[in-house]
């Protein structure tokens, strides 16, 4: 080989360049940015509007129709996905995957403005936004104080502390949840407005009126311009107390005091918070896109502890959660699994090759890799994250690959006295690391181009692979051969250490004891090939055994206690369930901090105001400091949570999801049930809840629809209203300033601005009665009352009204309890089956089931592609139809040893494993591409095929021994995932390791019987 060739001969040039990448790596690790996931763009488009007041029936009439008939008209639509909660709309629009999200992002804006002209001239502009994990919380504080209200907590965290944290570099914003928004509350006696002939608009509208400041225009003085301006705003409390807003029946002065008391008060609480037990405010701080997750916490942090001096001292600070902490902690642990990886691979070269001359080698061979490919991470914008150090991990058993084999062959030679041994030993080899190599390639190539979220998540992972096995083909063809010619010029390979001499003493006789049974075993090949293909079918009859889910659970110490109350229930009676929960809960060693949220639920980057709702979110002490895992600590207080009452309520225990991952649907088992009639959809969804109730292996089962949600309607009588001189749009208008209040104008204190609110005191309508003698004006301005024009009725009206592609739909949800996620989703849809449903009702599975059957399909697809590809550079390396199936007969049949590994374990397969699967075929083919090498060689040489493969097999048994030791005890640290956040990883480290081990008998056993069955007949003539 000429590169080989120029490497040995120009020792200086090789070595300085192996110097210049060992720099530029280097400092291309130091400026990687550090982040918990890939970066990842998921197809999909986020709408809110929110329309203030509005029931879920007009957000649905009124948004939800006119806005998803013309987006479901939008190119690549995959479906439309929609939520309608009181005075909040929110529409999922996902796209096929592969289609460019900023294309998708301008297609839904355009037709948002189509739509635009049919939508409620009061509702808030919709805010559209990119569906980025990148924009989820990077760090979320609390403040609380001993001595300070809610008010000022949160005008202070409004007014003062979010304008420091968002100067930060690479913060995109923060959220402040929780606390008490300041306002000025003018509560109206309604008695008093009707002895002087005054309504709610007439007071707001004098207001509006009495506070202004206006620019009058330019006065010329002299040589001088002069700007004129009406000072006319409201300086205080007194001075709107004192506002004239009539005039009497002898004319005299009524003051707005007269009629109404006006309050420095607060916002009606929706979302009441608490950190341990104290009343708080919290501030979801937002990272941009392109920073890095670990240096942006990290900056506020220090941020904040800089601003200690200028921040009062009663007020402390709490985290609720610092991803910059838990990403280090991932990232640390995957790393101390490289270097224990690596060291592991660092031992097992030794003990094989016995000398350390060798292993110096090796030792620069492995960074010199490593530091490359850090290179090309930067050249490709990747982090450094959970996944590609998961690549990483993986590829360090591989990484040595090529140069082991090159090294052993070179070793052979030399031992055998062959001059210029690097060169030839190289050569002899070349061919086939280059097929493996261009294998390993091809099998990655699918992920390039396959659509999916399987691809965005692994990618990284994968091209890190790719990419260090690339360059370690380069080392293995240049650095390798130009350090051994070198450094074992002079030295006779016989010396060995004890250890490496009772070590090579084994592999010695496990060589001539695999020489004695191969050839047994060649004596009845077809007897291997059954009880192979037995072993297989065994193997299959596993993985229906193990279960199945998308992502596995991972032990990060993160609980959700939800609450869910019958509808109408206050926000107070949540916030004292809630409050109950933390009491039991408190002291237990595992918990390090407890966040309280009553009157709300968090989705995405927003917390909705469902007053009957509430959470629990509870942060366990890190994994290396408590005893049980995160699910044990789940089933431990199952039992406390039950203690506490909770009339007509659920409270479920489960883990939160892992943030950054694109999650369809709220829990594991979700069944989806539809229709055009909400009324038999809410009835059957219903029996639906009953039965999965009543299924072992399945829990905290709710519907999405709760249908109770009192209401008091009132109906207008329209002939009266209009003798009267009242219409029905005034009735309304009137009824929505009493009740809910009007803002016509703002009191400013400085440089910060507080709405006037007018309305009747809460206090004061507490019954039908009290709504009923609400006083009215007409056309004349004369009062009337509201039972004089209008009948009260009490009824029910949903919570919340969910649309998936324009249909109306109810969605029972449910996770899974001690049995996988797959089992779960399958028991569900047995209970659905067997239900009778109504004419018009349909159902189909949700949530994981969903991501499961697209992963299915991703995976399916790039598994073909990527055995399409190997097939393809096979056949080209060996000029062979047969051969290439023969090397590729060993993946499918290695499933075994995977499927047994995670049968052992209780290992569901799910989407990681189905990567590690992927990785395993890379690292099968080219051992068989090895063995089969040689054999061929011997065949062009003139010996008979069974002769062939019995030579060529015990010579290649100590290299595919030595690759496959490498690259099992690479990723054994994974599989034994000693550190935190590895969970993620470790299901792919062993399946691959089960896979791998079971591939050596397959490549030493099942392989040789069949080369040795088919080339008997004409057809396989080869050419090496």
Known sequence: MRITAAAIKRPVAATVLMVAVFAIGLFSLMRLDVNYLPEITYPMIKVHIWWSGATPDEIETNIAEPIERVLATVDNLDY?????????????????????????????????????????????????????????????????????????????????????LTAVPGTAGVEVVGGLKREIRVHLDPQRLLAYHLTSAKIAKTLHEENREMFAGRVMVETREIIARTMGEFESIEEINNVVVARGPNGEKVYLKDVASVEDSHEEMRVNTRFNGKSCV?????????????????????????????????????????????????????????????????????????????????????????????????????????????????????????????????????????????????????????????TFLAIFLPFLFVPGLASLLFKELVLVVAGIVVISLIVAVTLTPMLTERLLRKERLGRLSLAARIFDSVIGRLRDAYSRLLRVCLRVKWLVVVVTVAIFAAGLWLATLVGSEFLPKVDDGRVMVKVKMPSGTAVGEVDRILAQLEAKLQGMPEIESIFSLAGGKVWGLYTYEIANEGELDIQLVP??????????????????????????????????????????GQQEVEVKVKGTEIVPIFEFAGHVADKLNESAGITNVNISMDMTKPEYRIYIDRARASSLGVSVGKVASTLRALIHGVVFTQYREGAEYYDIRVMVPKAQITSKTDLENLVLENDRGNPMYLRDIAEVRRAVGPVEIIREDQAKEVIVRADAAGISVG??????????????????VQYEMGGQARMMAENRRTMGLIIIFAALFAYVVLAIQFESFLLPLLIMLNVPFALAGAFLALFVTNTPIGVTVLIGLVVMMGGIISQGVVLLALAEAYRKDGHKPLEAILRAAPIRVRPILMTQLTTVLGIVPLALNLGEGGDMLQPMAIAVIGGLLYSLVLTLFFLPATYALVSRKPEAKCVS
């Open 282 to 438: 919290k501030l979801n701080i937002l990272k941009q896109a392109e920073a890095n997750t670990v240096t942006v916490a990290q900056a506020v942090k220090k941020r904040l502890d800089h601003l200690r001096r200028d921040i009062p001292g009663d007020i402390r600070f709490g985290y609720v959660e610092n991803q910059g902490d838990y990403v280090m902690g991932a990232i640390k642990s995957v790393r101390n699994s490289a270097i224990l990886a690596a060291i592991l691979v660092i031992i097992v070269v030794y003990l094989f090759l016995g000398n350390w001359r060798q292993v110096l080698v090796m030792m620069v061979a492995l960074p010199v890799t490593l530091l490359a490919n850090f290179f090309v991470m930067k050249m490709f914008g990747f982090s450094v994250n959970l996944f590609s150090l998961g690549g990483l991990v993986v590829a360090l058993g591989i990484i040595l690959d090529n140069s082991i084999v090159v090294l052993e062959n070179i070793t052979r030679l030399k031992d055998k006295g062959t001059a210029d041994y690097a060169l030839m030993g190289t050569g002899q080899v070349g061919s086939a690391i280059m097929a493996a190599t261009l």
């Open 80 to 164: 439309l996905q929609s939520s309608s909660l009181e005075g909040m709309y929110t529409l999922l629009v996902n796209f096929l995957y592969g289609v460019d999200v900023d294309d998708a992002y301008q297609d839904v804006i355009a037709a948002m403005g189509r739509a635009a002209r049919k939508l409620p001239q009061d509702m808030d502009p919709p805010v559209i936004i990119k569906a980025d994990p990148s924009q989820l919380p990077v760090m979320q504080v609390t403040l609380s104080s001993d001595h300070r209200d809610l008010v000022w907590l949160r005008e202070w965290a409004d007014n003062w502390l979010t304008d420091r």
């Open 623 to 664: 994994k290396a400091r408590r005893k049980i895992s995160t699910q044990e600590f789940i089933q431990k207080i199952k039992p406390l949570v039950k203690t506490v009452p909770a009339p007509g309520g659920k409270i479920p225990v489960m883990q939160m999801k892992v943030k950054g991952i694109r999650k369809v």
């Open 823 to 840: 089992e779960a989703v399958a028991r569900a849809e047995d209970v659905v089956a067997s239900l009778d449903r109504p004419a018009g």
